[in-house]
T-cell receptor, first 115, second 116 residues
Framework: AQKVTQAQTEISVVEKEDVTLDCVYE???????LFWYKQPPSGELVFLIR??????QNEISGRYSWNFQKSTSSFNFTITASQVVDSAVYFC????????????FGEGTQLTVNP | DTAVSQTPKYLVTQMGNDKSIKCEQN?????MYWYKQDSKKFLKIMFS???????INETVPNRFSPKSPDKAHLNLHINSLELGDSAVYFC???????????????FGPGTRLTVL
């Protein structure tokens, strides 16, 4: 069965600090897909990134970067030089090849960036 | 221009009532989903339809019945509403069904249901 764990329930940082959100997953499939979504206070779910299990290359998009490590079953998300607008709940999610298209979400991490 | 839309955005109703939430996507996607987000922000899939066919049905009470009149619409009907049904319900769509779990799921804005 697939499972996603985001151990950090809440993180609070001061603007311009770097912050890393942890995500650990469990799956028996060899083919799977990992996602990060952002949920700002307005409530919508915003897609950030998708990674498949065969692509362990780290990715950088502006101030965002993702570190995928199959050896530790982790897919961590780092925000560099955080800004107040980054304040949101961030969800890590997993989809297995054999489970169809369902996304299994982690519990989410509430990130608060203070000015 | 809205990709995935849901109506209504807010729904307040009494216990025991029957209500529906509508979802429409204009992305040409084959697969649509309903997720429930509880008060602790936990998101869990409820249903998934691929080309109007039910492909995922999680352990959801029979009071919840999805209906897909065409592949652009997936409505959620809830009978005999209970207090525990209060949550935010998200509709989503993706290009492919079971053959493409790597596809991004586009989410609607959510419907906040409050049962009094």
């Amino acid at each position: 069965a697939q499972k996603v764990t985001q151990a950090q329930t809440e993180i609070s940082v001061v603007e311009k600090e770097d912050v890393t959100l942890d995500c650990v997953y469990e799956t028996r499939d060899t083919t799977y897909y990992l996602f990060w979504y952002k949920q700002p206070p307005s409530g919508e779910l915003v897609f950030l990134i998708r990674r498949n299990s065969f692509d362990e290359q780290n990715e950088i998009s502006g101030r965002y970067s993702w570190n995928f490590q199959k050896s530790t079953s982790s897919f961590n998300f780092t925000i560099t030089a955080s800004q107040v607008v980054d304040s949101a709940v961030y969800f890590c999610a997993l989809s297995e090849e054999t489970s169809g298209s369902r996304l299994t979400f982690g519990e989410g991490t509430q990130l608060t960036v203070n000015p | 221009d809205t990709a995935v839309s849901q109506t209504p955005k807010y729904l307040v109703t009494q216990m025991g009532n029957d209500k529906s939430i509508k979802c429409e996507q204009n992305l040409g996607h084959d697969t649509m989903y309903w997720y429930k987000q509880d008060s602790k922000k936990f998101l869990k899939i409820m249903f998934s339809y691929n080309n109007k066919e039910l492909i995922i049905n999680e352990t959801v009470p029979n009071r919840f019945s999805p209906k897909s009149p065409d592949k652009a619409h997936l409505n959620l009907h809830i009978n005999s509403l209970e207090l525990g049904d209060s949550a935010v319900y998200f509709c989503a769509s993706s290009p492919q069904g079971t053959s493409g779990p790597n596809n991004e799921q586009f989410f609607g804005p959510g419907t906040r249901l409050t049962v009094l």
